[in-house]
């Protein structure tokens, strides 16, 4: 180490500019592998939280999270910024580096999925990842893994922390063949469909019943199929409860969706090395959306099953949701019923997992909850001996 010292100072002084840069990225590739420095101590590995969002929602749905002293001190990075690779980033005060981007880079390839009535992705930037296979978003993880060990060292620790779609987004990269792999070692999800969400029956319903839309669009028309598409493109639907369900990931998210399946099929695929942890809801009706101007984190807000005859939905369409399950039993967090929400109740499950069970929270509000989520994420740093 001391001639290739030597011979750098010697190259600086005749030249005037360091040529060896060859020589520094060598030292910098055996530094990311947990080489050891001159004094044969062993290179601790930068670790990093990388934030998942949910369907219809975006990388700003974590801004409580991130800009919080409980959380990551005002600090995230989004790895999609084309700036990345020269951003000043820095840690938290736990020394953790939080990382996050948002899902929609394929959603307007040939092959994307179609939504409802060949409905498309029409955002240049994508539609949140809502036109995407979970595989397809399992590639946007592994494009985020590779842009953050060339920030931080090809040996960075990354724990994943998935809301809602964005938890399953994570399963599909570890039960992949990626290499990258290896660079995670923790998974967090909070309000998770695991095991779908019967909501997704509602997009089989009117793929099998009620197409074409311009069938049924007629101002007085009172048929069940028109009191759907009425109830989807409703203003309550779409911003109270922030669902487009037109898209085709409400399908795939589906309790009786092949794409549920296949993941679930697939879990003993996941490393061993992951430590995990799952954050659930419950005490929330399903159906209830949210919006309530009151009370937006426990109120049921806009309830499918109500009585605004203008924005609900056939009876019809909601017994095929219900799918001859009584309401009360699928209660959760609104969207997804708790028993969905677990890992452990998946079949085939023999992990550990740490859970933390709590009540009156509405879904779309799951990744604002500060003290549920700061506190699950202290305990996976001391699980992981990040923090003492």
Same mark, same amino acid.
């Given at each position: 180490?001391?001639?290739?010292?030597?011979?750098?100072?010697?190259?600086?002084?005749?030249?005037?500019?360091?040529?060896?840069?060859?020589?520094?990225?060598?030292?910098?590739?055996?530094?990311?592998?947990?080489?050891?420095?001159?004094?044969?101590?062993?290179?601790?590995?930068?670790?990093?939280?990388?934030?998942?969002?949910?369907?219809?929602?975006?990388?700003?749905?974590?801004?409580?999270?991130?800009?919080?002293?409980?959380?990551?001190?005002?600090?995230?990075?989004?790895?999609?910024?084309?700036?990345?690779?020269?951003?000043?980033?820095?840690?938290?005060?736990?020394?953790?580096?939080?990382?996050?981007?948002?899902?929609?880079?394929?959603?307007?390839?040939?092959?994307?999925?179609?939504?409802?009535?060949?409905?498309?992705?029409?955002?240049?930037?994508?539609?949140?990842? #809502?036109? *995407? !296979?979970?595989?397809?978003?399992?590639?946007?993880?592994? @494009? =985020? %893994?590779?842009? $953050?060990?060339?920030?931080?060292?090809?040996?960075?620790?990354?724990?994943?922390?998935?809301?809602?779609?964005?938890?399953?987004?994570?399963?599909?990269?570890?039960?992949?063949?990626?290499?990258?792999?290896?660079?995670?070692?923790?998974?967090?999800?909070?309000?998770?469909?695991?095991?779908?969400?019967?909501?997704?029956?509602?997009?089989?319903?009117?793929?099998?019943?009620?197409?074409?839309?311009?069938?049924?669009?007629?101002?007085?028309?009172?048929?069940?199929?028109?009191?759907?598409?009425?109830?989807?493109?409703?203003?309550?639907?779409?911003?109270?409860?922030?669902?487009?369900?037109?898209?085709?990931?409400?399908?795939?998210?589906? #309790?009786? *969706? !092949?794409?549920?399946?296949?993941?679930?099929?697939?879990? @003993? =695929? %996941?490393?061993? $090395?992951?430590?995990?942890?799952?954050?659930?809801?419950?005490?929330?009706?399903?159906?209830?959306?949210?919006?309530?101007?009151?009370?937006?984190?426990?109120?049921?807000?806009?309830?499918?099953?109500?009585?605004?005859?203008?924005?609900?939905?056939?009876?019809?369409?909601?017994?095929?949701?219900?799918?001859?399950?009584?309401?009360?039993?699928?209660?959760?967090?609104?969207?997804?019923?708790?028993?969905?929400?677990?890992?452990?109740?998946?079949?085939?499950?023999?992990?550990?997992?740490?859970?933390?069970?709590?009540?009156?929270?509405?879904?779309?509000?799951?990744?604002?909850?500060?003290?549920?989520?700061?506190?699950?994420?202290?305990?996976?740093?001391?699980?992981?001996?990040?923090?003492?």
């Amino acid at each position: 180490m001391m001639i290739l010292f030597n011979l750098s100072r010697y190259f600086k002084r005749c030249y005037g500019v360091y040529v060896l840069l060859v020589l520094t990225a060598l030292g910098s590739l055996g530094v990311a592998h947990g080489a050891t420095d001159t004094n044969n101590a062993t290179v601790k590995p930068r670790q990093v939280v990388l934030l998942l969002h949910g369907m219809s929602s975006n990388a700003a749905k974590w801004n409580k999270l991130v800009n919080n002293n409980a959380g990551f001190d005002w600090r995230c990075s989004n790895t999609r910024d084309p700036k990345f690779s020269t951003l000043s980033i820095k840690p938290n005060s736990e020394g953790v580096y939080c990382m996050r981007f948002n899902f929609g880079a394929y959603d307007r390839i040939s092959t994307a999925p179609k939504g409802l009535d060949k409905k498309i992705c029409s955002e240049a930037g994508g539609c949140a990842g #809502d036109y *995407s !296979t979970f595989d397809s978003l399992g590639k946007e993880i592994e @494009a =985020a %893994i590779i842009r $953050i060990r060339t920030r931080l060292g090809i040996n960075v620790q990354i724990v994943l922390l998935g809301h809602s779609r964005g938890g399953l987004a994570a399963r599909a990269f570890l039960e992949s063949t990626s290499t990258l792999r290896a660079n995670v070692v923790g998974l967090m999800t909070t309000g998770t469909p695991h095991a779908g969400s019967p909501l997704g029956r509602y997009y089989t319903y009117m793929n099998i019943n009620c197409l074409p839309e311009s069938k049924y669009d007629g101002l007085f028309d009172t048929g069940n199929c028109a009191d759907d598409w009425r109830f989807i493109n409703s203003y309550p639907i779409k911003d109270l409860g922030g669902l487009d369900l037109k898209a085709p990931t409400i399908a795939f998210l589906s #309790d009786a *969706s !092949t794409s549920i399946t296949a993941l679930n099929n697939k879990i @003993a =695929a %996941i490393p061993p $090395i992951i430590r995990f942890t799952q954050l659930t809801y419950t005490n929330i009706k399903f159906g209830c959306l949210g919006g309530d101007p009151i009370d937006p984190e426990t109120g049921c807000g806009y309830d499918i099953f109500g009585s605004i005859i203008r924005f609900k939905p056939s009876g019809k369409s909601l017994d095929y949701v219900l799918n001859k399950r009584p309401r009360n039993t699928l209660t959760g967090d609104g969207i997804v019923p708790v028993t969905s929400q677990k890992m452990t109740s998946l079949k085939g499950w023999n992990r550990s997992v740490t859970s933390y069970a709590r009540i009156n929270r509405i879904h779309t509000t799951e990744a604002e909850q500060i003290l549920d989520l700061s506190t699950a994420l202290k305990n996976m740093y001391k699980r992981l001996g990040w923090v003492i």
